[in-house]
């Protein structure tokens, strides 16, 4: 089955505690995302990659890090994660980065940071 | 600064009933157009999508219209169903290739 898994669904951490928040794609897919999902603000995108070794910012990139060693995995690091970081994470991978590849998304990394 | 806008949070539908969702954006240089649908507990999905050289793409109960000059588009979905109750997102593409979502609208599609 073609999907996006991420790991944990759920986490509740304490503010400096380094985390990091796996996201895996079985489609072979060159593109790859990171966005964050607030009230009020829809999905906000952190980090991208078109492809292995290939990373750049999107809108809110502080205080994350993102890695692209292999085409499949693309995994989120909070260095030092705070208050603000809470959110609902989602990872997500298409054929390319143009509009007409839709995006398939995984099902969310809830993150509370306390 | 909102680039894409949906200015309804949340929406109310009779079940067979038409529903209508709308978006609003700033940047005339958005080329592409998507709507993706999310349930809760789970990722977006997409649904449909248009370019911005149409004024129209349609999949089964699904349409979207784009309007360039009024930089608005909008989702109908005809006839609605009680499994059409979502969130839905409108994001628009850049020539970067960067999405841009809005902030999403609940429909609740009642029996």
């Known amino acids: 089955e073609a999907q996006v898994t991420q790991n944990p669904r759920y986490l509740i951490t304490v503010t400096g505690k380094k985390l990091t928040v796996t996201c895996s794609q079985n489609?072979?897919?060159?593109?790859m995302s990171w966005y964050r999902q607030d009230p009020g603000l829809g999905l906000r995108q952190i980090y991208y990659?078109?492809?292995?070794?290939?990373?750049d910012k999107g809108d809110v990139p502080e205080g994350y890090k993102v890695s692209r060693k292999e085409k499949r995995n693309f995994p989120l690091i909070l260095e030092s994660p705070s208050p603000n970081q809470t959110s609902l994470y989602f990872c997500?991978?298409?054929?390319?980065?143009?509009?007409?590849?839709?995006?398939?998304f995984g099902p969310g990394t809830r993150l509370t940071v306390t | 600064d909102q680039q894409v806008k949906q200015n309804s949070p949340s929406l109310s539908v009779q079940e067979g009933r038409i529903s209508i969702l709308n978006c609003d954006y700033t940047?005339?240089?958005?080329?592409?157009f998507l709507w993706y649908k999310k349930y809760p507990a789970e990722g977006p999905t997409f649904l449909i999508s248009?370019?911005?050289?149409?004024d129209k793409n349609e999949d089964g109960r699904f349409t979207v219209f784009l309007n360039k000059s009024a930089k608005h588009l909008s989702l109908h979905i005809v006839p609605s169903q009680p499994g059409d109750s979502a969130v839905y997102f409108c994001a628009a593409e850049n020539q970067g290739g960067k999405l841009i979502f809005g902030q999403g609208t609940e429909l609740s599609v009642k029996p």
């Open positions: 489609m072979n897919h060159e593109y």
């Open positions: 990659s078109m492809n292995v070794e290939v990373t």
């Open positions: 940047n005339s240089m958005f080329d592409y």
């Open positions: 997500a991978s298409s054929y390319s980065d143009r509009g007409n590849y839709e995006q398939y």
């Open positions: 248009i370019s911005s050289i149409k």
